[in-house]
C-alpha cells in the first residue's frame, strides 16, 4: 500500500467515527441518557486519534510533501480547517468540564459535537480530493513508500487499532442504537 492508501483507511475509519458523534449528536438531543464517560471517551478519539496520529501524518509528512508540488492552496487551506476544529474539541472539552462540575452542558455539547459532525464531513471531502490529484502521479513511489513507511511504524499501528476499539465500543453503546 502507499501513504496515500494509509490515510484513505483514515479517513474510513474516521466516517465510522464521524457516524458515531452524529448519533450521539441526536440521543443528547432527545434526551437519552449518554454518560459522561462516554462523552469523554468521543474527546479522547478526537484528541489522541484524530489530531495526534491523523493530522500529524497530514501536517507533518503529508502535505508538505504535497505543497512542495504547487498545492499550497489546497494544503493552507485544510491547514486552517484543522485549527478550527481544534477550536470546536476544545470547547466541547471545556463543556464537558463543565458539565461534571455540575452545570447542564447537554445543549452545548450537542451542539459542539454537530459542528465537529458537519466539520468532518466537509474536511475529508475536501482531503479525498486532495489524495486524488496526489496519489495520482504527483507523489513519485519512493515519497509514498518512504511516508507508508513512517505511517505504519509500531506506535502509530497500535494507536489505530485502539481508535477501531473505541469506535466499535461507543458503536456499541445504547444510545447509539
Ligand atoms: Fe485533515
Ligand atoms: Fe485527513
Redesign the pocket.
Known sequence: MSATGV?RE??EE?RRFGEVVARCHSALLAGADVPLPDLRRIAAVIDEF?DSV??S??EDSYFPCVASYGLRKEVHD?LVEHEFSRRIAARLRRYLDGWEAGADGREPVARHLRTYCIYLED??RK?DDLFERAGAGILSPEEESEMYRQFTEDVAAARIRDMKAEVAYLAGRPWAA
Do not use: G, V
Request: glycine fraction near 0%.
Open positions: 490515510l483514515d479517513h474516521i484524530l491523523h493530522y501524518r497530514e485544510l474536511h475529508l482531503e
